[in-house]
T-cell receptor, first 107, second 115 residues
Framework: DAKTTQPPSMDCAEGRAANLPCNHS???????VYWYRQIHSQGPQYIIHGLKNNETNEMASLIITEDRKSSTLILPHATLRDTAVYYC????????FGTGTRLQVFP | NAGVTQTPKFRILKIGQSMTLQCAQDMNHNYMYWYRQDPGMGLKLIYYSVGAGITDKGEVPNGYNVSRSTTEDFPLRLELAAPSQTSVYFC??????????????FGEGSWLTVV
């Protein structure tokens, strides 16, 4: 079973920040949190990953709580092309996807 | 590097036929995965492999078989195709689990229809 829980859908206005939450209360100390997204039926696209510190790259920021039981993916200035299903994954040898969050960015 | 290459991209099978979906990666990755994705649903893990000669079942292995004779290749075999196997199949690979920089690379998918 997936080790993460995400809301099924979210909306965001274009140009605004999109904040996507993820709960992973059973995460182990050495397990990383990865975020991927899938646009239409393309192969999932890597966004960002982290262990305990906050991370930022050219696509997004990842905020992980101090107890590591939850995290938030932040798209700082969402565009229409960010409309996709976003998956939060706790990465073990079995790479199990949850149901993800369908983000709809509107004009 | 080509990354993860899947063939064929599209295929129509008749019920009871057999076929193999091919997956190859040129990144010398140890870990390889097969997923299926039904319309409007998330990805489900079928089988995975942590290295040549080692395979293990995922969430939905019934009706499929895999082998891993080389590091590069991880074919998925459907023995007796059923309509329930109509889906998009994704192959993926990574160098290890959960360490910094170990991005998981996905293929572009193989669309399979069983009629």
């Amino acid at each position: 079973d997936a080790k993460t829980t995400q809301p099924p859908s979210m909306d965001c206005a274009e140009g605004r920040a999109a904040n996507l939450p993820c709960n992973h209360s059973t995460i182990s100390g050495n397990e990383y949190v990865y975020w991927y997204r899938q646009i239409h039926s393309q192969g999932p696209q890597y966004i960002i990953h982290g262990l305990k510190n906050n991370e930022t790259n050219e696509m997004a920021s990842l905020i992980i709580t101090e107890d590591r039981k939850s995290s938030t993916l932040i798209l700082p200035h969402a565009t229409l092309r960010d409309t996709a299903v976003y998956y939060c994954i706790v990465y073990t040898d079995k790479l199990i996807f949850g149901t993800g969050t369908r983000l709809q960015v509107f004009p | 590097n080509a990354g993860v290459t899947q063939t064929p991209k599209f295929r129509i099978l008749k019920i009871g036929q057999s076929m193999t979906l091919q997956c190859a990666q040129d990144m010398n990755h140890n870990y390889m995965y097969w997923y299926r994705q039904d319309p409007g649903m998330g990805l489900k893990l079928i089988y995975y492999s942590v290295g040549a000669g080692i395979t293990d079942k995922g969430e939905v292995p019934n009706g499929y078989n895999v082998s891993r004779s080389t590091t590069e290749d991880f074919p998925l075999r459907l023995e007796l195709a059923a309509p329930s196997q109509t889906s998009v199949y994704f192959c993926a690979s990574s160098s290890s689990t959960g360490y910094p920089g170990n991005t998981i690379y996905f293929g572009e998918g193989s669309w399979l229809t069983v009629v």
